[in-house]
């Protein structure tokens, strides 16, 4: 099974959450916020551009020029490849664990996965980021040997900042699942 | 007592093995329920609607009070009896309440991409009760003889301490689908029973399988449970092997024979590959009694200067090591620990990069093998290290004697050496004068300046003295570059140190005289307000003082006082020139550091082969089908750059700066000597 759906992001962009459900068991939410827009890297570029021109005219040195050139190309690389994430990715499946992926807009892809034994629960948080209160989900981690103790908290989609709606609907799929793992697991 | 045989279907021979007949579950007197239900709610639970269990045998006969309490308290109090089952190898056979995975939970079976292609025959792996999965390591082909299977499985189990079992039958079709290997497959479930019993066939001409596993004790109440159930994991069995995990988990040590515990999913599944290393030895080319399918090894190395360099390795490190700790006892001899030398060794850099770097090398020399992979990994590190060293350093003396740049050199240092004079002697001409419009003290400004004076006279003489033989040393002193770059730049740094002394001297002076100063001007002002430091109790206190010692005192400090800018202002001007010598000498320290712990075979092992360095794993899902079991990819997520370097980061010789901002302001403030590399020789062990 698969849909896509449009919601909005605490900014008021758009992003599309595309669920897929494998199995029963076994479900997918992708989400994926807006690509580079022109409009901001031509505004970048020229700002970068005519203040290496204003220099030149001061210094007369035209290796000011070069190096503009040079900053403007290693920056825009290095923003695709290590800040700019186009997709966000939640794998979860049962008696497995989840699985994070973030792919960038170069390509790359950073995964994390963590067991089922170290998830306690995925919850909704609320957080004061900025002037805003915003709500964000999380992964709530356990250690196996000690329970009842809440050893790391996780956020998920930091990237793509999707508002309530979005969260409740990726919530509501999550909690299926956990409760299925809970009622057929045999540690408590 | 013969073995009996009888042909199978397909013209195939099988043994069956001599022994009561290990059929699937007996009919039991009592209709039971598997794992829920009443069966288990006795044990687990203390106030229920009690039923008889079958197979209820304890030693003892029961007390016979009636009480239902009793019949609770003796099943739970039995439950060691519950441990071995009826599939144990064991004196008795024993029918009872099963603990196994919890019926709802999906199995995994974990399959090795190697094997997708092979022909059919029986699955071997290990099976992990606590997560409900299967690992499957290997398939052995037709024909085989079931005892000479057993036999290898319990040789593999004593070498390895992995409890390696026959799971289930692989079937792969490649023509018409044959009724009669149904049947056979089904029949070896008979000979080799495993709980559960997982049957995966493979169809041609489509990419997707059927899985199917049985449970024996549930087959004759709830059926065989669907596909749905089983959820295939495709791994790489190579890479797998080869990859070790971070951080590494620490798994219980085992006995001989018993079960190892599981640790946390993954690791474990880690953990069995390697160490059935001695499964993967035989494979189906081998001529062998039982012919497996596995991951292949590329086979045996057959260069011969690759054999010649292994077999010649072992006198090599005997002879170097013996050479190493030669040299290490001659530079740990009681000579060294004379005064003067003793005093030299401790300021010179040169000496510390020596003395580390020789430890490296009888570390890596040494002639017993690495325990762990952290210590190969250190071993290789560090060996790398000194090879790119010493290849730097090579360099460096080339690029050196080419064009006589010693000569260049030489030629240029007593120039410069002047010309760094003569700037300090206009820099004091200028304190001595009236520095950015301060008025100093006639008097003392002269004394300090023809003191200051006086010495770089001194200085400027013996530079002239040594210059006829600069070239020469510096010559010598590029040989050393052949030890290694790390050497050179240390050499480098004593140098500048030498040269640069007259600086270091009148940083001492300055502080010397600005220290007590302070000190004298903080007491006095103490005594100007009529109170005392009280040693006893580290704290100030009143106290009365006569007449004249208040008079001599509050002059004092006046004097003190109005003559605080001159020397202020000297402890200045000499503290921010040794700090800038300072701050070279620390430079080229961190260049050496850097030379000295970067773990360059760890970074390049993580560039080339990634999948040997693993933070943990990843999973991707595979074309789905509906009603056909769930088909994951599970790949090696390799650990960043930044953990890598963390993890296997060579110790440096410790030369950091031990202050921090903080104190270091509190220093220069009161005029303390500062010394950023101190308690350099107190580290060694």
């Known amino acids: 099974m698969e849909d896509e759906k449009s919601f909005s992001d605490i900014c008021g962009g758009r992003v599309v959450l595309r669920r897929r459900y494998y199995s029963p068991y076994c479900r997918e939410f992708g989400l994926s916020s807006a690509r580079l827009s022109l409009r901001s890297l031509t505004a970048v570029t020229c700002a970068v551009w005519l203040a290496a021109y204003g220099l030149f005219t001061l210094c007369e040195n035209s290796m000011i020029l070069s190096a503009a050139i040079f900053i403007t190309i290693i920056g825009l690389l290095g923003y695709l490849h290590f800040v700019k994430i186009d997709q966000e990715t939640l794998l979860i499946i049962d008696s497995l664990g989840i699985q994070m992926t973030s792919s960038y807009a170069s390509g790359k892809e950073s995964t994390t996965f963590i067991e089922m034994d170290k998830v306690k629960d995925v919850i909704i948080n609320e957080a004061i980021y900025m002037q805003k ?6 992964i709530l981690l356990k250690d196996p040997g000690k329970p009842h103790e809440i050893s790391q908290v996780v956020p998920v989609f930091q990237s793509a900042k999707p508002r309530l709606d979005c969260l409740i609907e990726v919530y509501r799929s999550c909690q299926e699942i956990l409760a299925h793992q809970k009622a057929t697991s045999t540690s408590p | 007592m013969g073995l009996m045989s009888r042909g199978g279907p397909g013209g195939l021979e099988h043994l069956r093995p001599p022994g009561p007949a290990r059929r699937g579950a007996q009919p039991s007197p009592f209709p039971t329920t598997r794992g829920r239900g009443t069966g288990t709610q006795p044990l687990l639970s203390w106030l229920h609607l009690p039923t008889v269990l079958p197979g209820y045998q304890d030693g003892e006969t029961t007390a016979s009070t009636g009480s239902l309490a009793d019949i609770f308290v003796t099943m739970a109090h039995s439950e060691v009896l519950f441990q071995n089952d009826y599939f144990d190898e064991g004196p008795f056979y024993l029918s009872h309440w099963q603990s196994e995975g919890p019926p709802g939970m999906v199995l995994k079976a974990f399959f090795p991409t190697c094997c997708a292609s ?70 070896l479930g008979a000979i080799f029973s495993h709980d559960p019993w997982l049957q995966l066939c493979r169809e041609r001409g489509t990419r997707f399988w059927s899985c199917k596993a049985t449970y024996h004790q549930m087959s004759t109440t709830l059926g065989t449970p669907s596909d749905d159930q089983v959820m295939l994991i495709f791994y790489d069995q190579r890479k797998l092997l080869l990859s070790w995990l971070h951080p ?34 035989n494979d189906q080319f081998d001529e062998g009694p039982v012919r497996l399918s596995h991951w292949q090894s590329e086979g045996m190395e057959a260069s ?23 040299l290490s006892a001659a530079s740990a001899s009681w000579l060294w620990k004379l005064w003067p030398l003793s005093f030299i060794r401790s300021k010179l850099s040169t000496c510390e990069q020596l003395r580390h770097r020789l430890k490296h090398l009888s570390f890596i020399f040494s002639t017993e093998k690495a325990q762990s992979p952290m210590q190969l990994m250190r071993k290789a590190n560090m060996l790398v290290s000194v090879l790119l060293d010493v290849a730097l350093g090579l360099l460096l003396l080339s690029w050196l004697h080419s064009n006589n740049q010693i000569g260049q050199l030489a030629n240029a240092l ?66 050393s570059a052949c030890l290694g770059l790390t050497v050179a730049l240390s050499i480098l740094s004593d140098i500048i140190a030498l040269l640069t002394f007259h600086i270091y001297c009148f940083y001492v002076y300055g502080a010397r005289l600005y220290c007590l100063k302070i000190y004298g001007l903080s007491s006095l002002w103490r005594l100007f307000r009529g109170k005392k430091w009280n040693v006893l109790r580290q704290r100030v206190d009143s106290c009365s003082y006569d007449l004249d010692q208040l008079f001599i005192g509050t002059l004092l400090f006046t004097i003190l006082v109005f003559l605080l800018p001159t020397t202020a202002l000297y402890y200045l001007v000499f503290t921010l020139l040794r700090l800038l010598v300072i701050t070279v000498q620390g430079l080229i320290h961190l260049l050496v550091d850097l030379i000295n712990s970067l773990p360059l075979y760890s970074l390049g092992l993580r560039l080339c082969r990634p999948y040997r360095l693993a933070a943990g794993v990843k999973f991707r899902v595979l074309e789905q089908e509906a009603g056909r079991p769930l088909r994951l990819l ?52």
Request: charged share 15%; hydrophobic share 45%; with cysteine.
């Open chain 2, 248 to 281: 590494p988990a620490v798994l219980p040590d085992c006995q001989d024979g018993e079960a190892t515990a599981s640790s946390g999913g993954l690791a474990d599944i880690f953990d069995t590959v390697a160490r059935s290393e001695l499964l993967f030895q």
């Open chain 2, 304 to 326: 011969i200067l690759v054999e010649l360099a292994k077999r010649a390795s072992g006198p090599v490190c005997l002879l170097l090591a013996s050479l190493l700790s030669l």
């Open chain 1, 133 to 138: 209160v915003i709500y964000y989900l999380c």
């Open chain 2, 634 to 685: 599970m790949q090696i997520n390799p650990l960043p750059y930044s953990h890598v370097v963390h993890t296997y980061r060579l110790p440096s010789s410790g030369c950091h700066p031990k202050h921090s901002w903080g104190s270091l302001c509190r220093k220069l403030f009161f005029g303390e000597l500062i010394y950023p590399w101190r308690q350099r020789e107190d580290k060694q062990d």
């Open chain 2, 414 to 479: 007593v120039p410069v050496a002047d010309r760094v004079a003569e700037e300090l002697q206009h820099l004091l001409q200028w304190l001595m004068g009236a520095p950015a419009g301060l008025k100093m003290n006639r008097a003392l400004d002269q004394v300090l300046g023809r003191f200051f004076l006086y010495h770089i006279h001194l200085w400027i003489s013996y530079i002239h003295l040594m210059s006829p033989f600069i070239e020469h040393i510096l010559w010598h002193v590029g040989l």
């Open chain 2, 118 to 187: 092979a022909d059919s025959g029986l699955l071997v792996g290990r099976w992990v009760p606590e997560q409900n999965s299967a690992v499957i390591l290997a398939v052995v082909h037709f024909p085989f003889i079931p005892i000479q299977v057993k036999k290898l499985l319990a040789q593999v189990q004593k070498a390895s301490q992995v409890q390696v079992a026959v799971l289930g039958t692989w079937c792969h079709r490649q023509q018409e689908p044959e009724e009669s290997l149904g049947h056979f497959l089904e029949g």
